[in-house]
């Protein structure tokens, strides 16, 4: 059904102002999101995974308080970056330890 009123017209108006200029913030943020989880994957350095995955959560924060996303929907996003970050942070130190056979411990002798 067409909109009748001149408010609904006008309201029709400013939503498809508004959304244009919502695209794109929020294409903004799933990039930064996607690289962000990209550089989680990669084996680089922490620093720049700590960098990208603080890039992403400011952005989400920013597209939270404008209103361009529910803050649930922000939140839920920032905790799944965080998690990712930190399951990658727990497991980078286990990694060089366990690589090669220098520097570790001799096995046990046998006796019989």
């Given at each position: ?20 200029r919502?695209?794109s913030?929020k ?29 992403a959560i ?19 996003r ?12 727990t ?13 570790a ?8």
């Amino acid at each position: 059904m067409a909109k009748r009123t001149a408010s609904a017209k006008k309201q029709a108006r400013a939503s498809a102002r508004r959304s244009v200029r919502n695209r794109s913030a929020k294409s903004a943020v799933k990039t930064l999101i996607t690289k962000a989880r990209q550089s989680l994957r990669s084996s680089g350095d922490a620093s720049e995974k700590t960098e990208s995955t603080v890039e992403a959560i400011r952005a989400l924060d920013r597209a939270a308080a404008k209103r361009i996303l529910h803050r649930n929907n922000a939140a839920r996003r920032k905790s799944r970056l965080a998690r990712r970050l930190a399951k990658v942070a727990t497991a980078a130190p286990a990694q060089p330890a366990a690589k090669g056979k220098k520097g570790a411990a001799p096995a046990p002798s046998k006796k019989k």
